[in-house]
């Protein structure tokens, strides 16, 4: 058991540019979930796949904002145009069927836009 | 108003002193209850998860939930430098699909 993984740590962009990034949940987790966590607040909820059909989108998620579950295994998250307000650390995190109410986090993806 | 309100600190303690921490929330539907750990610049850690109302222990660290209050609690007893982190509190129900509920975080930071 690797944990969640996510890639890249850290991503310097400049407005107006896309971005994508990746999530390999915990192996034969089915549930994932993304969030986003801003300087001195907690994770907010952005969206969550069960195997690969996305449930729920927050209203957090402008239609900048895309995500992907393919064949249920890893994610992304991709952010077009971005904007100065999109930088923020992007965690995603896993729960094992049956034990939803656990979650377990990668390391996130700090993102910075200029 | 939050949903889940957590003290920001931050809390400063000398080494072997209990941490004690805090949050209240608004949301009855809530069921699962978890303290997690944050180094900077770091993911969550899951430290403690606790189902309903009750205390759990592990280790150095209880956690106690009163629904009635709606105010759990993390202590962790003969605190360490390496316990300095942020600690947040997270709530979740299969109401709104498991998905966390965090309050802000409390900073703490054991003097050695």
């Known amino acids: 058991d690797t944990g969640v993984s996510q890639d890249p740590r850290h991503k310097i962009t400049k407005r107006g540019q896309n971005v994508t990034f990746r999530c390999d949940p915990i192996?034969?987790?089915?549930?994932l979930y993304w969030y986003r966590q801003t300087l001195g607040q907690g994770p907010e909820f952005l969206t969550y796949?069960?195997?690969?059909?996305?449930?729920?989108k927050s209203r957090l998620l402008s239609d900048r904002f895309s995500a992907e579950r393919p064949k249920g295994s890893f994610s992304t998250l991709e952010i077009q145009r971005t904007e100065q307000g999109d930088s923020a650390m992007y965690l995603c995190?896993?729960?094992?069927?049956?034990?939803?109410?656990?979650?377990?986090f990668g390391p996130g993806t700090r993102l910075l836009v200029l | 108003q939050k949903e889940v309100e957590q003290d920001p600190g931050p809390l400063s303690v000398p080494e072997g002193a209990i941490v004690s921490l805090n949050c209240t929330y608004s949301?009855?539907?809530?069921?699962?209850f978890m303290w997690y750990r944050q180094y900077s610049r770091k993911g969550p850690e899951l430290l403690m998860y606790?189902?309903?109302?009750g205390n759990k222990e592990d280790g150095r660290f209880t956690a106690q939930v009163d629904k009635s209050s709606k105010y759990i609690s993390l202590f962790i007893r003969d605190s360490q430098p390496s316990d300095s982190a942020t600690y947040l509190c997270?709530?979740?129900?299969?109401?709104?699909?498991?998905?966390?509920?965090f309050g802000a975080g409390t900073t703490v930071t054991v003097r050695a």
């Open positions: 997270a709530m979740s129900a299969l109401a709104n699909d498991y998905k966390l509920s």
């Open positions: 606790t189902y309903s109302s």
């Open positions: 796949f069960q195997n690969e059909a996305q449930l729920e």
């Open positions: 995190a896993s729960s094992p069927a049956g034990q939803a109410g656990t979650q377990y």
């Open positions: 192996s034969e987790h089915n549930r």
């Open positions: 949301n009855s539907a809530f069921q699962y």
